[in-house]
């Protein structure tokens, strides 16, 4: 009886805590979805409150309008083209520098793989400066070149990732694949990319989220208002010097909110999958 009493209390203590830090999770998120309906006076006004006097849908229209006759259609328009663009490089080269420092033998490739790790461990703000001055004499300031192309060269935490989960795959399947006669390139896309696919999901749903909120680049190289990201347009929301439209931009973050949910519900089902080594058997 004491055993039985000891797992409902220990039950019931789990379930408080889980919903307990759920709601502490929630809580900015349904509070910025409330205030995207509340009068823009009212948003600071009574903060705590979760219950707007009135509900304000004008402010998806005030913000759907945007600024500088550039609506906010244009800005997700822009937003996707350059986080869809650099996320499939981003993951494409991963993958394939990954495959290739676990399954191909070549001169130098712990060396390559130490001086990888080691651009883990430099702060991203340390390499801003000398970025910028090699964009600018490329000419590419003002342009989505320097938001995109560096993607193509692979993403050390990607490619770190992805070579645990590759290095799970057993190297029978190459060993078979090579009998066969598939090459390294069509053992790559046939037997690792289909296998790998979590790792792939999992890279793609991260990079995905940090390519869309990505402000401090946008910010830097873009300057025409008609080719800025959302999270630039958003800021232009504050102005310091007149009334801040509060609702609006409220508004615009509870819609940004929304491509992130959607890729995280088309790759769930591959973050929690694993590799399936049935061919092994028998």
């Excluded at 590759?166 to 896309?189: H, M, V, W, Y």
Aim: hydrophobic share 50%.
């Amino acid at each position: 009886m004491k055993i039985r009493t000891r797992k409902i209390v220990s039950t019931i203590c789990f379930h408080t805590f889980v919903i307990a830090l759920g709601v502490v999770m929630l809580y900015p998120i349904v509070w910025m979805v409330v205030s995207s309906v509340k009068p823009s006076n009212e948003v600071f006004k009574n903060a705590a409150s979760l219950v707007p006097s009135e509900f304000v849908w004008k402010n998806y229209a005030d913000g759907w309008k945007g600024f500088g006759n550039v609506s906010f259609a244009t800005f997700f328009k822009n937003s996707f083209f350059v986080t869809i663009v650099a996320v499939i490089g981003q993951v494409a080269s991963s993958t394939f520098v990954a495959y290739g420092f676990t399954r191909v033998r070549f001169p130098g490739r712990k060396a390559w793989f130490t001086i990888m790790i080691i651009t883990m461990l430099l702060p991203a703000q340390i390499l801003l400066i000398p970025q910028y001055i090699m964009f600018m004499k490329f000419g590419w300031i003002d342009s989505y070149l320097p938001l995109i192309v560096p993607y193509y060269c692979g993403y050390a935490f990607f490619i770190f990732l992805i070579m645990q989960f590759i290095q799970g795959i057993p190297k029978e399947l190459d060993e078979s694949a090579n009998i066969d006669g598939c090459g390294k390139f069509r053992t790559f896309f046939q037997i690792i990319v289909p296998l790998a696919l979590p790792a792939i999901a999992t890279s793609t749903v991260f990079a995905f989220y940090w390519k869309w909120d990505d402000f401090m680049g946008p910010l830097l190289y873009l300057q025409s208002p008609s080719k800025y990201t959302v999270s630039i347009a958003l800021k232009c929301f504050a102005d310091p010097n007149s009334v801040t439209n509060w609702g609006a931009m409220f508004a615009m973050s509870t819609l940004s909110l929304i491509p992130c949910f959607v890729i995280f519900l088309c790759f769930q089902r591959y973050l929690v999958d694993g590799i399936s080594t049935t061919g092994l058997k028998g």
